[in-house]
């Protein structure tokens, strides 16, 4: 697994080390990069003909400088056989917790990520949204419905009328059937699925948290805030500056 960071196209340019990476490589069961550490792994020569994903950032330059890939930034991560490549810090948690999955199993890996209190796992081809920990999956086509509107725009107006309206439902019905199928109401899924957007925006972005607020759904920085705080224990700019130092580590 290799890391990018500010230092990654120094060192893709260092052939002592590319040359060490394409010999361990080679023998490597799996390939695996987060954030720009893919630049390594295409200066190594091992990446060569895959599809593979990066920071937003970084994807116009990983296409001019190495046409031999097929660059595609929107998933969170990419396999393509036995290489894995994921976009920033936290697409980073995504891909582990994949390779988790994939080395002991889909219970395992649920495991983890309870342990290290990640609210969300999300499948890599997902770059808008994510699938939930801490609820369960949609049984029927109304309620899969509502969870699919809600994470393709957490922004968006989501009321209880709107989403019943989507649902062909009543809110009352609506209110009774998510709540049994997904194991929460409608009002607290919303607002788990606005704060893992929030979340993202925060860590790989440098809006203003009231734009971020505002994209999100939650309309004031004070009401993102509060959200925060109940359901992360921290403020969203200590959120934002633990992820911020993280990055520069890596």
Same mark, same amino acid.
């Given at each position: ?33 987060? #954030? ?13 003909? #895959?599809?593979?994903?990066?920071? @937003? ?26 290489? @894995? ?8 948690? %995504? $891909? ?10 889909? &219970? ?11 609210? *969300? ?12 920990? @801490?609820?369960?999956?949609? &049984? ?19 009321? $209880?009328? %709107? ?5 062909? *439902? ?36 440098? %809006? ?15 009401? $993102? ?26």
């Amino acid at each position: 697994m290799v890391a990018g960071g500010g230092g990654v196209d120094d060192a893709a340019a260092d052939a002592a080390l590319t040359g060490w990476i394409a010999a361990a490589g080679t023998a490597a069961r799996r390939v695996t990069s987060v #954030c720009s550490g893919v630049f390594l792994l295409a200066a190594a020569g091992l990446i060569t003909g #895959c599809r593979v994903t990066t920071h @937003w950032s970084r994807a116009a330059q990983l296409a001019r400088e190495h046409p031999e890939l097929t660059v595609d930034c929107d998933p969170i991560f990419i396999r393509d056989g036995r290489v @894995w490549t994921s976009a920033g810090v936290t697409a980073g948690m %995504d $891909l582990a917790l994949a390779l988790v999955e994939d080395d002991l199993g889909r &219970a395992a890996a649920h495991a983890v990520a309870q342990e290290l209190v990640l609210f *969300l796992r999300r499948p890599g081809s997902q770059s808008q949204f994510s699938v939930p920990l @801490w609820s369960r999956q949609p &049984a029927t086509d109304p309620i899969r419905a509502v969870v699919s509107a809600v994470h393709a725009g957490p922004g968006a107006r989501h009321a $209880l009328s %709107d989403l019943a309206g989507r649902a062909g *439902l009543s809110p009352r019905q609506l209110q009774r059937r998510f709540t049994a199928e997904i194991g929460m109401p409608p009002a607290g899924y919303v607002e788990r699925v606005r704060i893992e957007a929030a979340r993202r925006a925060l860590a790989e972005g440098d %809006d203003p948290v009231d734009v971020i607020a505002r994209r999100c759904g939650f309309g004031t920085a004070e009401t $993102l805030r509060r959200a925060f705080h109940r359901h992360l224990g921290v403020a969203p700019s200590d959120y934002r500056d633990r992820f911020q130092s993280l990055q520069e580590q890596i």
